[in-house]
């Protein structure tokens, strides 16, 4: 099993066939759907029935897991298996944004799976009642989530004709990248893996003031354009959240084209954004919070279709936010904090027992601070083989991925000029050649791992 981990390695941010000849528990459906800057990418929805609980005896309910199966270009005597370890959301959202795997499958003669990861998308273990509590979250971990991925793709290597000497590569962007690593690591009789800035600050002291004057909070609003108008200064604190998230996501998605992976955006959005903003200290208040105000509007309202602008909102209805709040509440700990000096944000130390006790008191849970580095080795991963770490210089989570090569098959690969998981988009006329040849190598250390299983069975 291979795989490439796209983007950044977040266990590491410490710092800062047809179905035909499937059985029964594997129901499907013909599904195609349009890529905005590519042509429809064609795919059968398939449904395994998986283990509530891997690893105990007390649950033994299953579930309906849901994965996407292509198979236009499959070579089926051998032809290798490229594995998409699904993210926290709908993997038909991911499938549709991971373009690499469409474009390499043809020359590599591979079939296509993309695996929805557990309590997202359509594969909720105990349906609408998924979420109700902590006992049905409690079966919402990367270790059940990796053990349905091996079982998975033991199921489709036994029951899919010409699959059984077929080498799986399991591919991954941001969290899917981590599974991606980690299902090496963790089942490596299952599959290889590709496990895959400048900035401007502003004083966000502004925002407080205004919203301390007379009519500041009524300006606010009406500058922003928000739908749900501030009404305390309380409540500018939250906003001042969401304008962190919003350059954070901004900055994941600074691609050299169009697209609308979190949110519609144009070429280099982190260009547009900064043709607004007012650099020197001339400038009035206003003056200042109404670049910012238009640098936002980029990022939620590059169509001009919204009406307001909704501080709710983010990324994009296709990722499962509460999960993955639950997820980073239990095992997926990432100590995140900004000192104002190397970073554009006001100062805010890593607070871990306030961290903990906001998840005791959204789900009755409280994390385990180093529980992912326990399971997973943390940056102790030497004795693994058959990783490829790609990092884009311009995604903002690049420092907790692992940048520098451990050895002859643990790889690391920086992308200049490229943001978030770069590498496992679409081709385009318009990629820097970093990304060009990160692929061309990504492929190049598929067919030699390919080869060499093939030598060994």
């Not at 944004?97 to 993309?114: C, P, R, S």
């Not at 519609?264 to 607004?276: G, H, I, R, T």
């Not at 100590?335 to 959204?362: K, L, R």
Request: charged share 15%; net charge negative; hydrophobic share 40%.
């Amino acid at each position: 099993m291979r795989l490439i981990n796209t983007a950044l390695l977040f266990l590491l941010l410490i710092l800062s066939c047809k179905a035909l000849g499937l059985k029964p528990q594997l129901l499907g459906r013909h599904t195609a759907q349009t890529n905005s800057q590519h042509t429809s990418v064609s795919y059968k929805t398939f449904y395994f029935d998986q283990q509530i609980d891997h690893f105990g005896f007390l649950e033994n309910g299953t579930f309906k897991q849901r994965y996407l199966l292509n198979d236009q270009h499959w070579h089926k005597e051998g032809g290798p298996i490229l594995f998409y370890t699904g993210n926290e959301g709908d993997i038909t959202w991911f499938c549709n944004n991971t373009g690499f795997m469409w474009d390499v499958a043809e020359d590599l003669g591979a079939l296509l799976v993309f695996a929805e990861h557990r309590y997202y998308g359509e594969s909720m273990p105990f349906g609408e009642e998924s979420y109700s509590n902590a006992k049905y979250l409690n079966y919402l971990t990367s270790e059940q989530a990796l053990a349905d991925f091996a079982v998975l793709i033991k199921a489709l290597k036994k029951t899919l004709p010409g699959a059984q000497k077929s080498s799986v590569i399991a591919i991954g962007g941001s969290y899917g990248g981590m599974l991606a690593a980690w299902l090496r690591m963790k089942y490596p009789s299952a599959v290889r893996m590709l496990f895959c800035v400048s900035s401007y600050g502003f004083s966000w002291t502004h925002l407080i003031s205004f919203s301390f004057i007379g009519e500041g909070l009524q300006w606010l609003s009406q500058e922003f354009g928000l739908c749900n108008p501030l009404k305390t200064p309380d409540e500018v604190y939250g906003f001042k959240a969401w304008l962190q998230e919003t350059w954070v996501n901004l900055a994941m998605v600074d691609y050299p084209y169009e697209a609308n992976f979190l949110q519609p955006l144009p070429a280099w959005p982190v260009k547009v954004v900064c043709k607004n903003l007012h650099f020197n200290t001339g400038v009035s208040d206003k003056q200042l919070l109404n670049g910012i105000s238009q640098a936002v509007r980029v990022y939620y309202n590059y169509t001009g279709d919204a009406v307001c602008l909704n501080t709710s909102q983010t990324a994009t209805g296709n990722l499962g936010f509460l999960g993955w709040f639950y997820q980073s509440c239990t095992e997926m700990v990432m100590p995140i904090c900004t000192d104002g000096v190397a970073d554009m944000f006001e100062p805010q130390p890593w607070n871990f027992q306030a961290f903990s006790d906001e998840c005791y008191n959204q789900f009755r849970v409280r994390p385990r601070e180093d529980w992912a580095e326990i399971v997973y080795g943390g940056r102790n991963i030497s004795a693994h083989s058959n990783i490829i770490f790609s990092n884009g210089n311009l995604d903002p989570w690049m420092s907790g991925g692992v940048t520098r090569s451990l050895s002859e098959s643990l790889v690391a690969i920086m992308i200049d000029g490229g943001a978030h998981h770069l590498d496992l988009r679409y081709n385009s006329e318009f990629d820097p050649e970093s990304v060009i040849k990160t692929r061309a190598l990504e492929v190049r250390y598929f067919k030699q791992w390919i080869k060499q299983a093939a030598t060994t069975q």
